[in-house]
């Protein structure tokens, strides 16, 4: 070979072992990033098998009893449930009724009224029950009229011991009398309330006032809890509150005995 041609031949380059270790370096980054790769998604297809084949069927069957104790009846949010309401749960729960109440008709009010007036006599023991003689509104005589245990307060004798009955029962409830404030009207009265009160007062001699049917009791005994009772019990013993007493003339102190007598 001519000289010239050795000249031109090429060189073997060698690499130092500074390049060989960068290289060798570089080499196992790119080999680790790969492991990792393949690990972190195998791991990521793993869990979701899992995830999919056994926590989501167990949170779907948990989920919907979450609060299953709360609505244990007597258990409290916070609060143990004992054993035996943990095992045998709360006492049976009964549905509230939407019925309505049974009401007192006419021939059971008469009843009871009838039996309490052996123990009204005692309680007015000078009012007669058997009275008699023709009742004219406004002029009932002092022996068609019984007194109450308000001074100066009279009804007609049925009236009165019915009346005294439900004070009886009132007395048990409130520990006092029925505060009476109005009662039997005389004609003469029935004309000096008609000039005090106007139109709110019964034309004179149509008052049930003036037959002894009827009674005021007073204000502070006709509202409230006394009020509420009265409609509750009232009725028991004969005694109403009439619809005009309740719509057009408003007058909750106002009550009258149920009687079915003629009257002159």
């Known amino acids: ?22 290289e060798q370096t570089q080499e196992i980054q790119i080999r680790s990033t790969h492991r990792r790769r393949k690990f972190v998604t195998r791991f990521g ?9 056994v926590v989501y069927p167990i949170l779907g069957t948990i989920a919907p009893y979450a609060n299953a ?9 916070g609060e143990s449930p004992t054993t035996a309401t943990a095992i045998l749960g709360a006492g049976p729960q009964f549905e509230s009724s939407d019925l309505p109440l049974p009401s007192i008709d006419d021939q059971s009010g008469a009843i009871l009224t009838a039996n309490d007036v052996p123990i009204a006599s005692n309680l007015l023991p000078d009012c007669d029950p058997e009275f008699s003689g023709t009742l004219v509104n406004g002029r009932l005589s002092a022996s068609q009229l019984c ?24 007395k048990t409830e409130f520990g006092t009398n029925m505060c009476v404030s109005d009662s039997y009207r005389s004609i003469g009265g029935q004309y000096a309330t008609k000039a005090q009160r106007g139109y709110l007062a019964a034309t004179p001699g149509t008052s049930m006032h003036g037959l002894g049917l009827a009674v005021d009791f007073c204000r502070s005994h006709s509202a409230g809890v006394y009020l509420s009772w009265l409609k509750r019990n009232a009725g028991t013993y004969g005694f109403w509150n009439p619809d005009w007493a309740r719509t057009s003339k408003y007058e909750p102190w106002h009550w009258e005995y149920q009687t079915y007598g003629a009257y002159e």
């Open 1 to 22: 070979m001519s000289k010239r041609g050795a000249h031109h031949a090429p060189r073997v380059h060698h690499r130092s072992r500074k390049e060989v270790r960068i």
């Open 45 to 53: 297809v793993l869990v979701g098998f899992v995830a999919a084949m």
């Open 69 to 77: 104790a709360e609505q244990i009846p007597g258990v409290v949010k």
């Open 147 to 170: 007194d109450l245990w308000v001074p100066g307060e009279q009804l007609r004798p049925d009236a009165a011991l019915a009346l005294a009955a439900l004070n009886e029962r009132f």
